[in-house]
């Protein structure tokens, strides 16, 4: 009996050792199909995924769309203006001029509520606000409502402290989440304080991560001791995903993501030590 009760012991411990890390499509599945596209993301969950993460604008028409930026507005939908002077009939218009998606006429610039209607149920979306205005936190949850989508299954995203703060005040029963790089281009680390301050002034339960690979676990504990949840981006290869391990994070991001779950048992630096949900 004691041998059983210290097998069965010492295999839980085993089963605990290992790191569960929740994996986000970044834009999608974008090495699949077109980013920020719903293909991408109905392709995105079909293959597993649990998390996808999008981006949003707040347009002077009132409508939230899901696109990068003016950079991918122009390279994807041939539009040479800031995001939020796109009006619905530019939008309902567009078609992918992207020289790699050109075979997919068909798709056009979606809105908020064309991509909260690919979430499953169980899964799960992050929105990330890239422009904010008066009146973006009620048509946002009115597309979530309308989408059918319990507010557990939203998080909302942004490298901005200020739109995070108010939305936040405006609905609090989201999760909230910022974003920071954590390295400058000359490889200067920021403060793990002044990412604590940013992220409990935001409302923040979770720190979103860029430019991570100078960061070690202790710098991640502290982020951690301090009540919140981290998570690396883009983590797209092996060494990436082996940062992530060394580090303790509690999810990534990743362009890749079908990529790193089908591959996760070829990567000796990390094999044993992960699961990848």
Sequence with gaps: MKRSVLFIIGLATSVCSFAQIDVVGHRGEPRLAPENTVKGFELAYKIGANWTECDLHYTKSGEIIIVHGPAELKSYWGIDKPVGYVNPSERQRAKLVHKEWKNLPDLRIPVLLDVLKCVPKGRFIE????????????????????????????????????????????????????????????????????????????????????????????????????????????????????????????????????????NLPTFKSVAGKVELR
Aim: glycine share 6%.
């Design 127 to 262: 929105c990330e606000i890239k422009g904010y205005a008066s009146g973006f936190a009620k048509a946002f949850d009115d597309a979530r409502k309308e989408a059918g989508l319990d507010v557990s299954q939203v998080a909302v995203i942004s490298f901005s402290q200020k739109a995070l703060a108010d939305f936040h005040s405006k609905y609090p029963e989201y999760k909230i989440r910022y974003i920071a790089v954590a390295a400058d281009k000359n490889g200067n680390v920021k403060s793990p304080e002044d990412l604590i301050n940013n992220a409990k002034y935001a409302g923040a339960e979770q720190i979103s991560l860029g430019n991570y690979m100078k960061l070690d676990k202790a710098y991640v504990d502290k982020l951690k001791a301090a009540g919140f949840r981290v998570n690396f981006w883009c983590v797209d290869n092996e060494a990436q995903l082996a940062k992530a391990v060394e580090c303790g994070v509690d999810t990534i991001t990743s362009n890749r993501a079908d990529y790193l779950k089908k």
